[in-house]
């Protein structure tokens, strides 16, 4: 029930957001865009950098087989792509209406946390690397 209430609630609070403002929806589901395939560019490029150096890669269930280097370079470049240009207005000219404003609310999201790093997260938790694993 909490989590339903939860999701509810998140849902309705975005809805009142659309209502009050579009830009202000734009930014935040852009934001989510750009956080979420920021985080899929690490695993990609050091998986793909183990293969090219020739270290064994723990695999899970799935795997490329042959093609795996060939298709994480692809997979990199649309990533990269996509963080580049959906940060870009959607409209020309831009006006504060029309501007997408998740770049900028990016960089703050990303200070902010290196602030909160800095100041106390590094007392809070603990750096680990990956367990490697010798074969």
Do not use: E
Not at 111 to 121: E, F, H, Q, T, V
């Amino acid at each position: 029930m909490n989590a339903l209430g939860l999701v509810s609630t998140c849902g309705i609070l975005l809805s009142i957001i659309y209502l009050i403002s579009t830009t202000a929806f734009d930014a935040i589901v852009s934001l989510q865009v750009i956080s979420l395939n920021i985080s899929y560019i690490p695993p990609i490029l050091f998986i793909m950098l183990r293969k090219i150096r020739g270290q064994h890669v723990n695999y899970g269930a799935f795997k490329l087989g042959r093609y795996g280097i060939a298709i994480n370079l692809v997979a990199l470049a649309y990533l990269i792509f996509i963080v580049i240009w959906i940060p870009f207005p959607t409209m020309l000219p831009v006006t504060g209406s029309n501007m997408n404003y998740a770049g900028p609310i990016f960089g703050v999201v990303i200070i902010a946390a290196l602030l909160d790093w800095r100041i106390s997260g590094h007392k809070r938790f603990q750096v680990q690397g990956p367990q490697m694993h010798k074969s």
